[in-house]
């Protein structure tokens, strides 16, 4: 069951309209607010195949919202992690193998606590796992790793990657640390089409390159390569743009201008000299005077981050 990690921006607050060049015609879309943060993870939390939100919230803990289908949701059930821990970022996958979307998130408290669904939408804290030698936890992504049709956890902690193997049972085995290049924000995808789960990750420092780690369907990633942009500042997202079947990187320049999207597309030799550049005719929020000191968790209104399946 797949889960997805998308701006709350992108997903109700986007209005962007693309040229005729790209599309052949223009393409709009409506406006929506939630009271959300900028990052929210969507998935059918009360299985009634409609895609829900979660995402953390400005109390220090983390909202659901369940989708009503008529472009609306539901009031937002709130969650804390005990004993007064904030949530930094979270995830969704079903780890107990019942067929419901569960939540981890990382907590302050350097722990990564898992919430069990009941399967209509409702969340108990069922554990929580301390991660030693922590010196920066900053995001977290939900894949098989292994291989093994159960669901695993990836996460940061500068300046490595960590892989946890699930059990199927609410539970994880410690798994293989690696030192990367970044370490701000994953996006979970198969860029090389030989259908083991890969990893990107996108960099908050300089804001201009992302690495790819290809999986060896083991937890580990032998093979890695490094997405280099030039000129300005730019926010990353996966997404299959041309529908070969295989995830691409998509860059959208935040700074100094917002006009274009920068599209890397994976294939099997694992290289990335094929890129295009689309231009954007109009974004929402474009000149705001705030898109520069968009910092940590935050991702441009515009540049395709809603497409990442």
């Given amino acids: 069951m797949p889960y997805a990690k998308v701006p709350v921006a992108f997903v109700v607050a986007l209005a962007c309209v693309f040229t005729g060049a790209v599309f052949g015609s223009s393409v709009s879309f409506s406006k929506k607010f939630l009271p959300t943060q900028n990052v929210a993870r969507r998935a059918d939390l009360n299985n009634d195949g409609r895609e829900d ?6 109390h220090g803990g ?26 930094v970022v979270l995830s969704v996958g079903d780890f107990n193998s019942d067929g419901k979307a569960d939540v981890v998130a990382i907590g302050t ?79 979970l995808g198969d860029f090389d089409g030989d259908g083991r789960a890969d990893l990107a990750i996108g960099d908050r420092d300089n804001y201009d390159s992302v690495q790819v780690l290809y999986g060896a369907g083991t937890g580990h990633f032998p093979v ?38 920068a599209m890397f597309y994976g294939n099997s030799s694992r290289t990335w000299n094929t890129h295009a550049t689309v231009p954007l005719a109009h974004c929402a929020g474009s000149g705001d005077r705030g898109r520069y000191e968009r910092r940590r968790h935050q991702r441009p209104d515009c540049g395709g981050s809603g497409l990442q399946q």
């Fill in 224 to 261: 890695k390569r490094l997405i280099q942009t030039m000129g300005g500042h730019s926010d990353f997202n996966a997404a299959d743009v041309n529908g070969d079947g295989k995830m691409d990187i998509i860059g959208s320049q935040f700074y100094p201008n917002a006009h274009s999207l």
């Fill in 62 to 87: 983390f909202d659901v919202l369940l989708s009503t289908g008529d472009e609306t949701y539901g009031s937002p059930a709130s969650y804390t992690i005990p004993r007064g821990a904030d949530t």
């Fill in 53 to 58: 939100l979660v995402g953390v919230n400005t």
């Fill in 109 to 187: 408290d350097n722990a990564i606590h898992l919430f069990l669904n009941n399967g209509s939408g409702k969340l108990s804290q069922s554990t929580a796992f301390p991660v030693q030698n922590v010196i920066s936890l900053n995001d977290i992504a939900v894949g098989d790793f292994n291989h093994d049709g159960l669901m695993d956890i990836a996460f940061t902690n500068a300046p490595n990657l960590t892989v946890w193997f699930g059990n199927g049972r609410g539970g994880f085995t410690v798994g293989p640390t690696a030192p990367v290049n970044n370490t701000d924000y994953l996006m």
